[in-house]
């Protein structure tokens, strides 16, 4: 009699532990299966890129770096991101302070305004500064009268990246922001200082993992937008391609070898991005661990 | 503040609002309706929502496999995997398509094995399908692994208790439960695929009525400087991509519901 609810407990015990876990075959297919479509679909294409750069050796893809057209592409893409970036930086800012900080009318719909570059194709956001700038467009006529150039100039390659890499920075920063609550800021506030110290010394440093992660992905957007600006570049070689219209063109004149050489670079940015991203999340960790161990030190 | 809104509608609503105006202003109504159902048109439609929908299917079922494996599980590189499902995000889409482009054409490393056996994966419908695969894969598993990470096992381990199959805890508590983050992801994927781009210029061949999507037509319109034609397209794009904002918003707001 005991024996037997013995058994059952013990078998009802087993039940219990397998159904909070799948039993091991169904584990490793899962694993597999996932293993599987990471390799395929993100190892692979990376891998293939730097071993398609390489295919005809190092001379080759050295030649391919220092051609003319292509040093001048990384040169203007390189100007377009320090220029898009810190404005978007600014803005970034400002706006997740306003969402993150303070209760104002609308603030729903600023904070859904702000997805909106996300949401917009990329050919359509290059379309919409054509029809402001362009030829046919709105300041058309004006801008033509006074020689100012935008649309198929290095002017319109910069809004277009603004517009497109718009969100990237508040996106990371309001969620950081609004976690750190307005608590401390209230404190400074009450100690005396001004709004504008209590920005530097409180509210910035705070975020300022969420900002750095904002900003490097802003520029790996910035530095790699192909649709928007290939509507408003014009593609004039050596004058407005950047390093991604580059890669198009050289691939169109079969010139496989070079495209993936420029190509290479920016995966290598890519892969720095994700590199920095790691890093920062690993570091915000620690932080966090730190931070919540310091007061039960002081406490003993 | 002041700052934030004028910068916001200089860079954002005074060309969306541009865009509306000049149709309104140099098209009429049967114009617009006649250049944005041309059957070259229609053809890219079909592409462009079908290929987009194919991926975000795709990328609904693997990727939570993904994002389960990656919470639940231990086994080794998932550091090294969990990092490079960020990938897409960070690779610019020109160097996405024409790697794919590359593994897939007939003597890629992919291609080798595929194109024998029928599956062409470069230059045809398919390679759009593949490439807006790429592109959109990190939205499920990045908005499912939070929702992962904090669900509360006591549940499973109660349905348990009361007899329940793994499969039957599953298929009753679990899935129910992501199902709206689930949903989420692929509207974000399917938002994502139907404006990409530059990815799948590359891979697609990009031949009228079989292979262009609706974003490649407006940069051809632009080309043959039909204005007129170029924004009829783009105005449904747009339309359809605030369409898609609202839904992913209302998607949010359900599944935030089912996780407090």
């Known amino acids: 009699m005991k024996t037997d609810t013995d058994l059952i407990r013990r078998t009802r015990a087993g039940k219990a532990r397998q159904g909070i876990e799948e039993a091991p075959f169904v584990r490793w297919l899962l694993i597999g299966v996932s293993l599987l479509f990471v390799l395929a679909f993100l190892l692979l294409p990376l891998v293939n890129v730097f071993a398609q750069a390489f295919s005809k050796g190092v001379l080759p893809y050295w030649k391919a770096l220092v051609d003319p057209d292509t040093v001048s592409a990384i040169k203007l893409t390189l100007l377009v991101a320090a220029i898009s970036v810190p404005l978007n930086t600014l803005f970034g800012v400002a706006a997740a302070w306003a969402i993150a900080k303070f209760n104002f009318r609308g603030k729903a719909l600023l904070n859904s305004l702000l997805d909106l570059p996300f949401s917009v194709s990329p050919v359509v956001a290059g379309l919409m500064f054509v029809i402001l700038f362009g030829l046919q467009g709105f300041f058309g006529a004006w801008l033509d009268e006074h020689n100012l150039r935008i649309i198929f100039a290095v002017p319109g390659i910069v809004i277009a990246t603004v517009f497109i890499t718009f969100p990237f920075v508040a996106r990371e920063l309001v969620p950081v922001m609004q976690a750190a609550g307005s608590d401390q800021e209230q404190a400074a506030l009450t100690l005396g200082a001004n709004g504008w110290q209590t920005f530097w010394h409180v509210t910035l440093p705070s975020a300022k993992w969420g900002l750095l992660y904002g900003v490097i992905l802003c520029n790996a957007r910035a530095m790699g937008e192909f649709g928007a600006v290939s509507v408003v570049s014009g593609h004039i070689t050596g004058q407005t391609d950047t390093m991604p219209l580059r890669v198009e063109k050289l691939y169109q004149e079969y010139n496989a070898t070079a495209a993936f050489t420029v190509a290479s670079l920016l995966a290598l940015l890519a892969l720095l991005t994700l590199g920095i991203k790691t890093y920062l999340e690993w570091k915000q960790e620690r932080e966090y661990a730190r931070a919540q161990r310091v007061p039960s030190g002081l406490r003993t | ?260």
């Open chain 2, 1 to 260: 503040m002041g700052y934030t809104l004028f910068y916001l509608s200089a860079i954002v609503l005074i060309p969306i609002a541009a865009l509306f105006l000049r149709v309104l202003e140099k098209v009429t109504w049967e114009d617009f309706w006649r250049l944005a159902t041309t059957a070259r048109a229609l053809a890219a439609y079909k592409l462009t929502f079908g290929a987009s929908f194919v991926a975000a299917l795709v990328n609904a079922v693997f990727g939570t496999i993904l994002a389960w494996v990656l919470v639940r599980y231990r086994f080794p590189c998932k550091r090294l995997i969990d990092a490079l499902v960020d990938f897409p995000f960070a690779l610019p889409t020109a160097v996405a398509g024409l790697t794919l482009a590359n593994l897939f054409a007939g003597n890629g490393w992919l291609g080798r094995y595929l194109v024998p056996l029928g599956i062409q994966g470069a230059f045809t419908p398919l390679g759009v399908a593949i490439a807006l695969t790429f592109v959109g894969m990190p939205f499920v598993v990045r908005s499912l692994q939070p929702v992962l990470e904090g669900m509360e096992r006591e549940v499973e381990e109660a349905a348990a208790t009361l007899g329940a199959g793994r499969f039957r805890t599953f298929c009753g508590i679990i899935a129910p439960t992501l199902l709206p983050t689930i949903l989420t992801g692929f509207a974000q994927a399917f938002a994502r695929a139907v404006g990409e781009y530059g990815s799948v210029i590359f891979i697609a061949g990009n031949k009228p009525f079989e292979s262009e999507i609706a974003p490649l037509l407006i940069v051809i319109r632009l080309e043959e400087y039909d204005y007129a034609g170029a924004m009829a397209l783009a105005v449904v794009l747009l339309v359809i991509s605030f369409a898609l904002l609202i839904t992913i918003n209302l998607l949010e707001r359900w599944a935030s519901h089912f996780q407090h």
